[in-house]
């Protein structure tokens, strides 16, 4: 009992800043957590695998240029929905877990790489962004890449400062579930490339070889895919790269851009441009100062400008989860320079003034705390529970509209009752049709393929639940 006391005392701040982040990620939970077209979908595709039914050697695909992510996160994340029997929130608290879990892994891992302090700063900042809080509250595979992030660059180090084959395994390996995660992901490897031919040593080949065997092993369903549809993959996620808003061509500009929606969508604050122009430059002349230093930060700020310069390639409509590889780098980064300051009397002070700045900038979007949930897990059950009473054959069609607003979501509860819906994509056509519309919609006078593929009908039957409209369409 001493000893957990002990350590209870010794560590009180950091259980403190768990306690706080845990709920914050957990609050209201269910109430809150989204259920969509992109979650319906893997539902249906974990549940499948878990009954045997499909067991898929490709992941999604971009929502923009058709690029194939790997499976791993359908396989990682399945023992959640058959814990949680089949209920679709289930796999929202298996990247909850992970997301909690992050909280622990960095700062075990900045403790070891740096000094407590930076460990717990980082870990605080972590723990209240409310960029990183949205992603632990729903299932998605990006969700999970600032763990995976982290995980990849420290496995890295490690194989680096130890040369112990194990870490560059494990550094292949993470490297890998990575990019399966999502497609930008594969900036890392230029800067894992070069600085393992830095660091090159004849002796070490073996090491570097059991890198390459890492990644391929798990991401060896993806590269069959690419191979066997002559590079489809590779060559969609180039052409998403360097085509992606052709208007703009300044890569000055577009980096400068990057950076500043990093810091955005981090402080959740619009950061003036010049300010962050200083910021950029002197992180650039640090780096310049500590390249033949022995410190870790050097890594790290290698990681950030090399995945900073090649995202900024990419010129398109730049997202939240797009950085989700530059949260926690940046993180650390930002950690350890406050940690320096803390040494100095006057500027401890100021790095307080930020970190409470950064608590209410970020409290101000934990909307979770203030308003209703919409309990979109609830509304797609109360939905096709309605719906599969009404079915009177297995020969039916379903669509939604607008098209693809959240079909998925309620495919998912019809499925689990064994109510599959023709495949439009066979152009089958079933005795009957249920739409359900999100928005006033005039069926007759539709522009969609998805109605209009059933061939001419008429409305059987129509009902108004949970502020959503369903129709029963049926042949002339």
Request: hydrophobic share 50%.
């Amino acid at each position: 009992m001493r000893r957990i006391i002990n350590i209870l005392t010794k560590n009180w701040l950091l259980i403190l800043i768990i306690i706080f982040g845990f709920f914050l990620r957990i609050y209201r939970f269910p109430e809150y957590v989204q259920f969509l077209a992109d979650q319906g979908r893997d539902a249906i595709i974990i549940k499948r695998i878990i009954t045997l039914e499909h067991l898929p050697a490709i992941g999604p695909s971009t929502s923009i240029g058709q690029v194939y992510l790997g499976p791993f996160y359908y396989y990682f994340i399945a023992p959640w929905l058959l814990i949680f029997n089949f209920e679709p929130i289930g796999l929202g608290f298996g990247v909850l877990f992970f997301s909690t879990l992050f909280l622990l892994i960095n700062y075990f891992i900045i403790k070891e790489l740096f000094n407590k302090n930076i460990a717990l700063i980082s870990t605080l900042l972590i723990s209240f962004s409310y960029v990183l809080i949205e992603f632990s509250r729903f299932s998605w595979n990006p969700n999970l890449l600032p763990l995976f992030t982290l995980l990849t660059v420290y496995f890295f180090i490690k194989s680096l400062k130890t040369n112990q084959w194990f870490y560059y395994l494990l550094a292949g390996c993470f490297l890998s579930f990575s990019i399966q995660l999502h497609y930008l992901s594969l900036f890392i490897i230029p800067i894992i490339g070069l600085i393992y031919l830095i660091n090159f040593k004849l002796k070490n080949l073996k090491n570097y070889l059991l890198v390459i065997f890492g990644f391929l092993f798990f991401s060896l369903p993806l590269l069959i895919f690419d191979l066997r549809h002559n590079f489809l993959n590779s060559k969609n996620f180039f052409k998403l790269i360097t085509n992606s808003g052709q208007q703009k061509t300044n890569y000055l500009n577009n980096f400068l851009e990057t950076f500043n929606y990093l810091n955005q969508y981090l402080f959740n604050f619009k950061i003036n441009s010049i300010l962050v122009l200083i910021i950029l430059f002197l992180l650039i002349i640090n780096f310049i100062f500590i390249i033949k230093k022995k410190d870790h930060i050097k890594l790290f700020l290698s990681f950030f400008f090399f995945l900073l310069f090649f995202f900024s390639f990419y010129s398109g409509p730049k997202h939240p989860h797009y950085f989700s590889n530059l949260y926690p780098i940046y993180i650390i980064i930002i950690s350890y320079y406050l940690e320096y300051l803390t040494r100095f009397k006057l500027e401890k002070f100021l790095v307080f003034i930020f970190l409470v700045s950064f608590i209410f900038l970020n409290f101000q979007k934990y909307s979770f705390l203030f308003y209703k949930g919409n309990n979109q897990i609830e509304h797609a059950k109360k939905v096709a529970d309605f719906i599969s009473k009404k079915i009177t054959t297995k020969k039916f069609n379903f669509a939604v509209q607008p098209d693809g607003w959240q079909e998925d979501s309620y495919l998912y509860f019809l499925e689990l009752k064994n109510l599959k819906p023709l495949d439009r994509k066979k152009v089958e056509i079933g005795d009957e049709m249920f739409v359900v519309c999100g928005q006033l919609c005039d069926l007759y006078n539709t522009n969609s393929w998805n109605i209009k593929m059933f061939g001419e009908f008429k409305i059987k039957n129509k009902w108004i639940i949970d502020n959503v409209e369903i129709y029963k369409l049926i042949h002339k």
